[in-house]
């Protein structure tokens, strides 16, 4: 089982700024992918973001292209989501998602095998 690590949300105002993290303490040489996807109040989670570990490819959901950023840290076996240019309607609880190479499809929530807790991202009008 890999345990993953969020950290990073919080309150912020509408155009404003926040960096969430995401580690895997001693596991990331067994992953292939990571994400992060974000649940609205009664809605399924969403696919935000994705970063193929070994080549560095992106990929985005369309609603965050050129206002989010993923990006690694190998040293620290660490992920980021940069948020800039935050609207209200990026309110929702964020999850991190790392998945193993056999059956990945990025915007999939299904192929991806483990899951942080969430942090929960607050955007004031």
């Known amino acids: 089982q890999v345990q993953l690590v969020e950290s990073g949300g919080g309150l912020v105002q509408a155009g404003g700024s926040l960096r969430l993290s995401c580690t895997a303490p001693g596991r990331a040489f067994e992953l292939y992918a990571k994400g992060w996807f974000r649940q609205y109040p009664g809605e399924e989670r969403e696919f935000v973001a994705a970063?193929?570990?070994?080549?560095?490819?992106?990929y985005y959901a369309d609603s965050v292209k050129g206002r989010f950023t993923i990006s690694r840290d190998d040293a620290r076996n660490t992920d980021y989501l940069q948020m800039n240019n935050l609207k209200p309607e990026d309110t929702a609880i964020y999850y991190c998602?790392?998945?193993?190479?056999?059956?990945?499809?990025?915007?999939?929530?299904?192929?991806?095998?483990?899951w942080g807790r969430g942090t929960q991202v607050t955007v004031s009008s």
């Open positions: 970063l193929q570990w070994k080549t560095g490819s992106t």
């Open positions: 998602a790392a998945a193993l190479p056999d059956r990945w499809d990025y915007p999939r929530r299904e192929s991806y095998d483990f």
